[in-house]
C-alpha cells in the first residue's frame, strides 16, 4: 500500500523514546525521512543512532529540544528547514502523564500541566505551520490520551488538560483546514513505552513482582477487553495513517489506541 510518505518529512517531538520512537521508525519504513526532539541530549542521540542504522543517516535529524521552550522550537524548525527544506507531518507527542488526585495536586502543578499539554501543541504547531501549509498534504497528529473522554481521578490535572487539548485540536482543524492542513489526535490508553518501564524502575510495583506480572495487572485492573497494554507500534500505526494521505478525508477527528478501554460509542 503506498502511504504517500515516500521522500516526504515527518517532524516528531519526543521522538527519543517509546511511541515517538516507533512512530519515527515507522515514517522511516515508509520512505519519509525524521527529525525528531527530545530534552536529554545522551538519549535523543543513542535513538538517532538506532534509527540511523536502519534507514540511513541521511533521513534522520535530532536536536534537543525542550517544547516548552519557544526559542528552542523555533531552532527546531529552523535545522530541520535547513537541512530538509520542508515538513509534511508534524506529531506533537513529546509528553509526559501527572500521577496526582486533587487534594495532592498544588496549583502550581495545575499550571505545569496546562502548560505541558497545551503548549507541546502550540508551539511545535506555531513554528511548523508555514511549512506544513507549504506541503499540499500538511498533516498535525497529536499523541493524546483516552482520559480526555474517561478521567481518571488519580490523574485529575492531566485528564483536564488532555480534555482541553483534544477541544483545541478541534479548532485547530477548522482553522486550517482551509489552508490544507488536516489536525487529529490517537487517543492513548495504555502502552508499555518507555514511561510504563521506567515507572517499573522506580519501584512503583510491588516489591518482587515482575514487569510483565505487572503489566499483567494494570491490564487486568483497567479491564482492557484485549488482555494487555498496547505496544508502541500498535501507537505508531495508528499515528502513521492520520499523519499520512491515507487519511486525507480525516481531520478533527480521533483514533483511540486503546484494546477496546474505550466504551463510548
Ligand atoms: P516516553 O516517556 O517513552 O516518551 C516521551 C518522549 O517525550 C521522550 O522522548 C521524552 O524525551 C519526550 N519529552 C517529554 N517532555 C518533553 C519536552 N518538554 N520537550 C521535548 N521532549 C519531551 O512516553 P510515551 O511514549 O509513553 O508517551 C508519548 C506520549 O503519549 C506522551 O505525550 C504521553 O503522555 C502520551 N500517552 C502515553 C500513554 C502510555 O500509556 N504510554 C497513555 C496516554 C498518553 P526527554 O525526556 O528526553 O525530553
Not at 498544588?106 to 505545569?112: G, L, N, T, V
Request: hydrophobic share 45%.
Amino acid at each position: 500500500m503506498d502511504t504517500g510518505l515516500k521522500d516526504r518529512v515527518a517532524v516528531v517531538t519526543g521522538g527519543s523514546s517509546g511511541i515517538g520512537f516507533a512512530a519515527a521508525a515507522a515514517f522511516l519504513r515508509e520512505g519519509a525521512r525524521v527529525a525528531i526532539c527530545g530534552r536529554d541530549g545522551d538519549r535523543l542521540q543513542r535513538a538517532a543512532a538506532r534509527l540511523a542504522a536502519a534507514a540511513g543517516s541521511q533521513s534522520v535529524e535530532a536536536v534537543v529540544c525542550d517544547v516548552l521552550d519557544e526559542a528552542a522550537v523555533a531552532a527546531f524548525r529552523n535545522r530541520v528547514e535547513a537541512r530538509f527544506g520542508r515538513c509534511d507531518a508534524l506529531v506533537c507527542n513529546a509528553g509526559q502523564a501527572r500521577r496526582s488526585d486533587f487534594k495532592n495536586t498544588s496549583d502550581d502543578d495545575w499550571r505545569e500541566e496546562f502548560e505541558l499539554k497545551f503548549f507541546s501543541v502550540l508551539r511545535p504547531v506555531r513554528a511548523f505551520l508555514p511549512l506544513l501549509e507549504a506541503s499540499g498534504q500538511g498533516a498535525v497528529v497529536c499523541t493524546g490520551a483516552l482520559i480526555a473522554r474517561r478521567p481518571e481521578p488519580f490523574l485529575i490535572a492531566t485528564s483536564a488538560n488532555r480534555a482541553g487539548q483534544l477541544n483545541l485540536c478541534k479548532s485547530l482543524a477548522s482553522e486550517f483546514a482551509p489552508k490544507g492542513v488536516r489536525v487529529n489526535s490517537v487517543l492513548i490508553g495504555l502502552v508499555d513505552s518507555g514511561q510504563w518501564s521506567r515507572r517499573y524502575e522506580s519501584g512503583e510495583a510491588p516489591a518482587g513482582m515482575s514487569k510483565e506480572d505487572w503489566f499483567a495487572g494494570l491490564a487486568a485492573d483497567r479491564a482492557i477487553p484485549l488482555g494487555r497494554l498496547g505496544t508502541p507500534e500498535e501507537a505508531a500505526n495508528a499515528i502513521l495513517f492520520l499523519a499520512s494521505p491515507m487519511s486525507s478525508y480525516v481531520t478533527g477527528d480521533t483514533i483511540d489506541v486503546t484494546g477496546g478501554q474505550s466504551r463510548h460509542v
